[in-house]
Nanobody, 124 residues
Framework: QVQLVESGGGLVQAGGSLRLSCAASGRTFSRYAMGWFRQAPGKEREFVAAITRSGGSTYYADSVKGRFTISRDIAKNTVYLQMNSLKPEDTAVYYC?????????????????WGQGTQVTVSS
């Protein structure tokens, strides 16, 4: 099973940008659709973005559409989340996830593997 390690989180002012990275282990990275979720204190984990195995299609939550971009580099076994125009309500722990069964999964139950998460804090 693929193992995932996120990085790139931190503290940023509102309006700023961050790029999260998720490094996947193993040689089967291209077999997985990938996603990003986030979880704020006291709230459920919510879908942020997903990308197909080939990287040819993406899907975003309405709350981040136009501000966040998901991408993947198959040669580097890495998926990215570029976050621009950050808002205080984007503050959360961000999780990378991998799905072997769905082409563009948007629910937590469709994912097989999860990273440990990286904290993103946006100050006002």
């Amino acid at each position: 099973q693929v193992q995932l390690v996120e990085s790139g989180g931190g503290l940023v002012q509102a309006g700023g940008s961050l790029r999260l990275s998720c490094a996947a282990s193993g040689r089967t990275f291209s077999r997985y659709a990938m996603g990003w979720f986030r979880q704020a204190p006291g709230k459920e984990r919510e879908f942020v973005a997903a990308i197909t195995r080939s990287g040819g299609s993406t899907y975003y939550a309405d709350s981040v559409k136009g501000r966040f971009t998901i991408s993947r580099d198959i040669a580097k076994n890495t998926v990215y989340l570029q976050m621009n125009s950050l808002k205080p309500e984007d503050t959360a722990v961000y999780y990378c996830s991998a799905s072997s069964g769905s082409s563009l999964p948007v629910t937590t139950g469709q994912y097989d593997a999860w990273g440990q998460g990286t904290q993103v804090t946006v100050s006002s």
